[in-house]
């Protein structure tokens, strides 16, 4: 608790410091009193960081605390009011009279009524925190500084290697290889059509990580018809269960119909089929659900799999129907290799011996666990002082008594460890369920919100929400990155969500039919339907975080509204209201308003503009969202935009005239025809732009020219759209710096806009896909001068690309699929000979070769050719390739067999060999392997 109170001193000081609240608090006469209070907050922030440790044993002390916790709360409260009112005044500035909600605000009453109110709440904030700070003395608190070295995000040392490949688990290749064969044996309980084989052990083993090796594994993708994999809620509800399992076989789910008719189609989805489905991280013992379940799964063909990952024996007894397999520990040797692996550099082990004996000895207490050893690692990497890792190897946290089902040591001293900011943003994600799929730019909205994210000079806030976010990844704190060209997704462990649960405890709050609330309760994730919830939360008045993860009573949610006037994040995604109500509009703390996906939302109140501090608005699948409201340029503070409307054209009055943007999304309208008219001059602030499945949009009325923070540009399935708006800007004038660039789905798209060469120097990810008709590359390819990945796909019409002579000379990465008339590679890439590290070709039905000058690529070092039939040999001196490490041949059946035979001894120092549905290491000899 004195982390987080902590925290809250830190931004109560930095408003009271700031030059806006200098101004104001003169020119309403609470200078006196913020002073004061700036004074008094200052000296108990110095000893909070020690009242967090010495508070687990003062139980006076936890009181104290909690105290000091509410009334700067509160404090931040009223200066959060402060603060909106001078934005209030701004929009009174920028458009006067026009708007007349601000003149209504600004009647001649009300600014004394209001400056009055505010203050008296200060003189009452700083009574309460002198009363508090006068107790400070009886605990004999010590000053102590925030270690500012933790904090510096940007002197820590590149954390590229926390983006494991999780093909590359060290230690459970046989564990990987004995599942395998339960599969393949057709002796292996052949009375059943559909068999379960448990997957038990202990929390962080990585039975998840297997069952994941196992699943994508070539022989089991080739094996099975149908392979889908659920991540299971602890309540096994089964209806929920039978929707994910036919959302993952991409089963469009109809939610207008009943349980009857999901049961039919998931009878109907196995009917015949070999299928392989992955039910993880299973808690349920009630046999009777297990067996309502099964009933829908035994249709399938013989043959059928299902894999079930539990840390209960009891739940493989009730569902198992072949001997369960118990996940051992690693090994001490594989441990360590594991820690080495994340813990160092390349090599660096060798040159920091004592760390590495310390290293040996932090990963026996360990005990074989993954989870255990990758989150040490991650926090001891960069780190080359002896006394840290003395500090993680002699900490008492290891010698406290742990039952089964406690928090682990390892994960419990890692969380410990973090600095301040990560703490609080870590904690927020426990209102998140289980196996949540977080989005990074959406996590960081979220964060923002709450006001988790430090700033920094000349640093945007996004910037800084991903650096938090890589920062927890290379701690293990989050997993399973899946990266996007400008953002990437991925999960908490099960333990980790365990423990953000455990370190939120009294603040962060699960609402379900079983919950008992705490007064001090401050964020809310509502995961049933009671409407006995009503009496309990009438107990709270300073919630700042409401979730509605499942849809409740219209009547709840504006009680809601109407009752916690303190919101700062407000998600009512997925609900199915008409219209929201306009109490919203009384909201002044609110930062992240979510309505996506209310299909049946017509209309948004003007009220909302009256959100002057709302950052980030969702409205994406409001398919009869009639338009936007006039006003919504009030909304001043709005950095996150994403709309889905039913209207024709978003013009300058609209989302045009929002400068504060920084993310603008426009998506699923199928009416829209023109978008950014006569918003020259403006958006100047905006660094991503979406626009997709918008069918009849006809322009985009865009000069990009204006656009100059602009970083992603993303124009997908746009069937009209052929951007040639955008020809006969006068280039010279164009100073862009887009970094990524992706447009797919545009059929009308003939030839790329000149404009766009404006990035030149900064586009570093071009992808190109699902162009029809584009006849030719673009002509400023040769002057990419720091294009990394290229990426072109189905262009059918693109015979060729060589019309330039040039190309990049940086690439890394280069994928062409279904590109029917290719016949050979471009000259040009040989530019990128230095730097080219992965190559994909796939679905070119007429490249006759591959060139000569293939082996010059000296940094490639992955291979991927697949349906390319007319390919028949690798190019003399494959061998030169000493960086290759992964070929993979699929559906080109002369070019495998020569691999196999006379062509062997071009790859034989590859490490892994894919031909056709088998693999091959670097020790097998391939000419052997021409019978598997």
């Not at 079983?514 to 001090?520: L, N, S």
């Not at 002057?612 to 699948?621: A, I, M, P, R, V």
Request: hydrophobic share 40%.
């Amino acid at each position: 608790m004195a982390k987080l109170a902590y925290g809250i001193a830190v931004k109560v000081l930095e408003q009271l410091g700031s030059r806006t609240f200098q101004e104001i608090s003169s020119a309403w006469g609470v200078r006196s009193d913020l002073k004061k209070l700036e004074l008094t907050v200052a000296t108990i922030k110095a000893v909070l960081l020690d009242a967090e440790e010495k508070q687990v044993s003062d139980h006076r002390l936890t009181i104290w605390v909690g105290e000091l916790k509410d009334v700067l709360n509160d404090a931040e409260n009223v200066m959060d009011e402060f603060h909106y009112r001078v934005l209030q005044k701004e929009v009174m500035r920028r458009y006067g009279s026009t708007s007349k909600k601000v003149c209504h605000f600004f009647s001649t009453s009300n600014p004394l009524v209001v400056r009055f109110e505010l203050a008296h709440k200060i003189k009452g904030i700083r009574k309460r925190v002198d009363d508090i700070a006068a107790l400070k003395d009886k605990f004999n608190l010590a000053e102590r500084l925030e270690d500012r070295k933790i904090i510096n995000m940007h002197q820590r040392r590149d954390m590229t290697h926390s983006f494991v490949n999780p093909l590359n688990v060290i230690g459970r290749d046989d564990d990987k290889e004995e599942i395998i064969y339960l599969f393949m044996d057709p002796f292996e309980n052949a009375g059943r059509n559909v068999n379960v084989i448990p997957i038990v052990g202990i929390g962080g083993l990585g039975k998840t990580t297997l069952a994941r090796l196992v699943y994508n594994d070539e022989r089991v993708v080739s094996h099975f018809q149908l392979r889908m994999w659920v991540c299971v809620p602890e309540d096994f509800n089964v209806t929920r269960l039978i929707k994910e399992i036919l959302k993952s076989a991409k089963v469009t789910i109809d939610e207008n119909l009943g349980i009857d008719q999901w049961q039919t189609s998931l009878r109907e989805l196995l009917k015949d089929k070999k299928f392989l489905l992955v039910l993880d991280d299973v808690w349920n013992d009630d046999r009777n659900k297990w067996i309502e379940l099964e009933d829908l799964l035994l249709g399938g063909c013989n043959g059928s799999k299902i894999i079930v990952t539990t840390r209960n024996d009891s739940v493989a007894t009730i569902m198992g129907t072949t001997p369960t397999y118990n996940l051992d520990g690693l090994s001490q040797e594989d441990c360590l290799s594991l820690f080495v692996t994340l813990a160092f550099q390349e090599g660096e082990e060798k040159q920091y011996p004592n760390l590495l004996e310390i290293g040996k000895e932090i990963v026996e207490k360990c005990k074989g666990v993954p989870l255990a050893v990758k989150t040490l690692a991650g926090l001891l990497y960069s780190k080359l002082d002896e006394r840290e890792w003395k500090f993680i190897r002699d900490n008492e946290i290891w010698h406290l008594e742990h039952n089964e089902g406690d928090i682990l040591p390892a994960l419990r001293l890692s969380y410990n460890q973090l600095p301040l900011h990560l703490k609080q943003c870590f904690a927020y994600c426990s209102l998140f369920p289980k196996d949540y799929e977080f989005f990074s730019i959406e996590l960081i909205q979220f964060w923002m919100a709450h006001g988790a994210l430090q700033s920094h000079e000349n640093k945007e806030l996004e910037d800084i929400g991903d650096l938090y976010i890589k920062e927890l990844l290379s701690r293990s704190f989050f997993q399973d990155v899946n990266e996007d060209l400008y953002y990437y997704s991925f999960v908490m462990h099960d333990l980790m969500h365990d423990l953000a649960l455990s370190v939120a405890q009294g603040e962060c709050l699960t609402v379900t039919k079983k919950f008992v609330i705490d007064e001090k309760v401050r964020h809310l994730s509502f995961v049933d339907n009671d409407q006995e919830f009503v009496t309990p939360l009438q107990k709270l008045s300073r919630v700042q975080t409401i979730i509605f993860q499942i849809e409740l009573p219209l009547s709840f949610v504006e009680a809601c509204i109407s009752r916690f006037e303190y919101l700062h994040v407000l998600d009512l995604s997925d609900s199915s209201f008409e219209v929201l109500s306009s109490s919203i509009g009384a909201l002044k703390h609110l930062r992240y308003l979510s309505l996506s996906c209310n299909w049946n939302l017509k209309k948004l109140p003007n009220s909302i503009c009256k959100l002057y501090n709302l950052q980030t608005l969702l409205l994406d699948g409001c398919i009869n969202l009639e338009r936007l409201p006039k006003g919504i340029r009030d909304i001043i503070s709005l950095r996150f935009l994403v709309v889905t409307t039913k209207h024709t054209c978003l013009s300058e009055k609209t989302v045009g005239c929002l400068d504060s943007l920084r993310y603008l999304l426009i998506g699923g309208c199928e009416n829209l025809k023109c978008v950014f008219e006569g918003m020259e001059g403006h958006l100047t602030n905006l660094r991503t732009l979406v626009v997709a499945q918008c069918p009849s949009l006809t322009s985009l009325s865009l000069s990009i020219k204006h656009l100059t923070a602009l970083k992603n540009l993303q124009i997908v399935d746009c069937e009209e759209l052929n951007l040639m708006e955008m020809e006969g800007e006068d280039n010279q004038y164009l100073k862009l710096s887009l970094q990524n660039l992706i447009i797919s789905g545009l059929p009308k798209l003939e030839v790329f806009p000149q404009q766009l060469q404006g990035s030149a120097n900064t586009l570093r990810q071009l992808l190109i896909q699902e162009c029809e008709n584009l006849i030719a590359l673009p002509k400023w390819l040769p002057r990419l001068k720091s294009l990394q990945t290229l990426m072109i796909d189905n262009c059918p019409k693109l015979s060729s690309l060589s019309e330039v002579r040039k190309g990049p000379t940086s690439l890394r990465k280069f994928i062409i699929t279904r590109l029917s008339k290719l016949e050979v590679l471009p000259q040009w890439l040989q530019g990128s000979a230095n730097t080219l590290q992965l190559l994909g070709i796939g679905h070119c039905e007429n490249l006759k070769a591959l060139p000569e000058w293939l082996p010059r690529l000296k940094s490639l070092h992955t291979l991927r050719i697949a349906e390319c039939p007319k390919l028949s040999s690798l190019p003399e001196g494959m061998e030169a390739l000493t960086t290759l490490r992964l070929l993979k041949i699929r559906g080109c059946p002369d070019l495998s067999r020569k691999c196999r035979e006379e062509d062997s001894h071009k790859i034989a120092h590859v490490q892994q060999i894919y031909l056709e549905g088998t693999w091959f290491t670097k020790e097998m000899k391939m000419a052997s392997a021409s019978t598997s």
